[in-house]
């Protein structure tokens, strides 16, 4: 692949992931199913807002160029986080967040160079 081709793929991915990633986490964050559910497992009922106001600070942050290392490392905390949250209480389907983070990873890795 070009350096162009493949610049081109890197901005597609971030961009793409970073909207996805707000997207959902505003729908977390403001979900009233997902404070029951929530509380049902023994969470606070600040907990949605809370994690998704963290990542969608860190999604607008990994979407604005210079500040975009800071965001990805911030998201990849937060998935960390979320996974563990999901694996102590017996919900193993984590496998959106693995791809996730291997995306953050990814755009991570490229703008290093």
């Known amino acids: 692949m070009s350096g162009r ?7 597609l991915l971030r961009w793409t992931l970073g909207l996805v990633v707000l997207w959902q986490s505003w729908q977390f964050a403001t ?27 860190a999604a607008i942050l990994f979407l604005i160029p210079k500040l975009g290392r800071v965001g990805g490392y911030l998201l990849l905390a937060i998935f960390l986080f979320a996974a563990v949250i999901h694996v102590l209480h017996g919900q193993f389907g984590i496998g959106w967040l693995l791809v996730y983070s291997a995306a953050v990873f990814a755009c991570l890795s490229a703008n290093a160079r």
Do not use: N, Y
Not at 31 to 57: N, Y
């Open 5 to 11: 081709s493949q610049s081109i793929s890197l901005t």
């Open 31 to 57: 979900s009233k199913s997902v404070v029951h559910e929530l509380t049902r497992i023994g969470l606070p009922r600040w907990t949605p807002p809370v994690l998704g106001g963290a990542e969608i600070l």
